[in-house]
């Protein structure tokens, strides 16, 4: 129910038991972030890692061609889930 007391926002959603179900937020890296992020970076593994990370902040790869993204995740240092 939208009321004064239990507003409704954009990110609450009713769910199949009348509940409430709630869409986490993915914080934004900031600039100066990423900056610090990559010079902080120990190999390249790393660096691809934020420069990913970031890129998908920016929607980089939702139209990458088939095979791309298999590729980069190989290359990254943190294990791709499918692997």
Known sequence: ?????T??????VPGL????????QIPMMSGEEFQQQLLQSK????????LCRRGSQ???????PEGLFDK????????SKSA
């Open 7 to 12: 507003p409704k926002t954009i990110f609450e």
């Open 17 to 24: 038991s009348c509940s409430i179900m709630k869409i986490p």
């Open 72 to 79: 980069l995740a190989a290359w990254r240092s943190i294990p």
């Open 43 to 50: 190999n390249k593994g790393e660096a691809l890692d934020i």
């Open 1 to 5: 129910m939208n009321t004064p007391s």
């Open 58 to 64: 920016f929607g980089w790869f939702s139209d990458m």
